[in-house]
Nanobody, 121 residues
């Protein structure tokens, strides 16, 4: 009943930029924190950036200063602007949202299906 759909991944050259989007839809009462994670081949999934409902942000050291997370609460959408991309940023990027469904008593975490970002010349 709740879906998170990512878009915006693709192939980009080193130094380039991409913007990822993730829209949450369905029977949603409220959304707390939203975030982006990534998983490179052979590695564990890691937090890239997160943003609270009030707009407080948190970034992994490896992307701070290059990536910017933002959200549009009216659209239930979170964005990740990625600049100065490096080959080591290559990974599947997953959207995550901590949200409460209509009629639900507690919040739960939901994941998108992932979008591939490849940084290569």
């Amino acid at each position: 009943q709740v879906q998170l759909v990512e878009s915006g991944g693709g192939l980009v050259q080193p130094g380039g930029s991409l913007r990822l989007s993730c829209a949450a839809s369905g029977s949603i009462f409220s959304i707390n924190a939203m975030g982006w994670y990534r998983q490179a081949p052979g590695k564990q999934r890691e937090l890239v950036a997160a943003i609270t409902g009030g707009g407080t942000t948190n970034y992994a050291d490896s992307v701070r200063g290059r990536f910017t997370i933002s959200r549009d609460n009216a659209k239930n959408t979170v964005y990740l602007q990625m600049n100065s991309l490096k080959p080591e940023d290559t990974a599947v990027y997953y959207c995550n949202a901590d949200l409460r469904q209509r009629g639900g008593a507690v919040s739960a975490r939901y994941w998108g299906q992932g979008t591939l970002v490849t940084v290569s010349s």
